[in-house]
């Protein structure tokens, strides 16, 4: 069975402003894994219940997928009870996947198990994939001869353009667009909030909460072949 891992933040603010998981970042994967028969742990870095930022459940951004999560009763029992990222074997998972929200840019950063898991996937040639500010996660990691992870690759993320229209370019640790560039990536992005993902080899990125769906596609059609 093929074996993916679900990452959520465990941070509930940045810098002073409540956050958490971007919830339709985890729903739409959560279902879409699920359905092709894959066994989907959530995780996050300190394990245990996963704060979920309350302006994913308003009314414009409470997508179907967000829906059918919270009233499902196992879903809502998975978040409240995530695995710790120390205690996953990384060799027995064919993909992680790297949630968003703006608590990603207090605990996906700089974290030393986290970025240990990804280059563990990466240099296994299995999938590593990241949506909407989880890219932040890659800016740490390298590939076996040193280099970015990122360098040369076709990726995408939340933009710096995204970041400045919610005004909360001050308070992140940096813009991941810009970050992501300096880095030598091949830095690709749709027009503010519309669907973008990417695919180099087996590095999938999305956008934003608008490209869950195509993100979480991709992966499986790597995982299909």
Not at 67 to 84: R, Y
Not at 107 to 130: C, G, R
Not at 146 to 175: I, R, W
Request: charged share 20%.
């Amino acid at each position: 069975m093929v074996k993916v891992v679900l990452v959520c933040t465990s941070a509930p603010e940045l810098n002073g402003h409540p956050t958490g998981l971007w919830l339709e970042e985890c729903a739409t994967p959560y279902y879409a894994f699920l359905e092709k028969g894959y066994e989907v742990i959530l995780a996050s870095p300190a394990g245990g219940a996963v704060p979920i930022d309350e302006n994913s459940l308003g009314d414009e951004y409470f997508t179907d997928a967000s829906k059918k999560f919270m009233h499902d009763a196992a879903a809502v029992a998975a978040l409240c009870h995530t695995k710790k990222l120390d205690d996953i074997d990384w060799n027995s998972v064919d993909a992680i996947y790297l949630a968003g929200g703006h608590g990603a840019c207090v605990d996906f950063v700089d974290n030393p198990t986290l970025k240990s898991a990804i280059e563990t996937i990466y240099a296994a040639d299995k999938v590593v994939a990241a949506d909407c500010h989880g890219p932040i996660a890659l800016a740490q990691c390298k590939k076996s001869d040193g280099t970015p992870l990122v360098q040369g690759k076709s990726v995408t993320a939340y933009s710096d353009s995204e970041e400045y229209a919610m005004q909360l370019q001050d308070a992140v640790p940096f813009l991941i667009e810009s970050r992501f560039k300096e880095l030598g990536a091949k830095f690709e992005k749709a027009e503010d909030f519309h669907s973008r993902a990417c695919t180099d080899n087996n590095i999938v990125t999305g956008q934003n909460p608008q490209s869950s769906s195509a993100c979480a596609s991709a992966v499986i059609d790597i995982l299909s072949h």
